[in-house]
């Protein structure tokens, strides 16, 4: 029973149209598997939001961070915080008055 | 607040004659919200340096920087940076 289990596992797929193969092999790509199965579309939904999130909050970090810089010409990004707020959420900090340090140059 | 009387200590020493005594830390600088300030104490030592070479000694805002990162820096570093300013292989740009 063994054997045959293994033998069966290790054999070839069962002939089918060449044009078809693919699909044998991933199914649920296409809009014909998903409308027969409905369920696959929560999933795709929830997996590119989640994406989406995680991709999104890695740009915003790479684009306003305080302390990412891209060029150069932007040796220290943290002074374009002086008077800003860059976290969602800060608990109650006062950002009105801004940096004390006083500008010097 | 267990104190409410917005940190005045004038009206205690007032009365004794004493000059006012303010205790104060480091005020809230917006371009380090986080809890790690060691940005803040390097770029505050790095600020006051700048200052004294930029308008001289005797400038008096550049003693903010020097507040900022005496409270913030651990002493060591303070000292080791500027030993090595003064041995001229500091890292940071002044």
Redesign the interface.
């Known amino acids: 029973m063994r054997l045959t289990r293994l033998l069966r596992f290790s054999a070839k797929p069962p002939k089918q149209d060449p044009a078809q193969d693919w699909r044998w092999k991933f199914s649920g790509l296409t809009w014909k598997d998903m409308k027969k199965h409905y369920a696959i579309i929560p999933i795709y939904v929830m997996t590119i939001i989640a994406g989406g999130m995680a991709g999104g909050y890695v740009y915003r970090l790479a684009s306003k961070h305080p302390e990412v810089s891209w060029t150069k010409a932007n040796p220290e990004p943290w002074n374009d915080y002086r008077a800003r707020q860059y976290k969602f959420v800060s608990s109650g900090r006062d950002y009105s008055k801004g940096s004390s340090a006083p500008p010097y140059k | 607040m267990a104190d409410a009387d917005n940190g005045d200590n004038s009206a205690a020493c007032v009365e004794s004659g004493e000059e006012e005594y303010r205790m104060e830390t480091v ?8 809890m790690n300030q060691t ?1 803040h104490c390097y ?2 030592f790095l ?1 006051y340096h ?2 004294i070479k ?2 001289g000694e005797d ?1 008096a ?2 003693q ?2 020097q507040r ?1 990162f005496r409270s913030l820096c651990p002493n060591a570093w303070v000292a080791k940076w500027e030993e090595q300013i003064e041995a001229g292989t500091f890292a940071g ?1 002044i």
Not at chain 2, 27 to 34: E, I
């Open positions: 005020p809230f600088d917006p371009r380090f919200p986080n940005k770029v505050s600020d700048r200052c930029a308008r400038y805002p550049c903010y920087f900022v740009k």
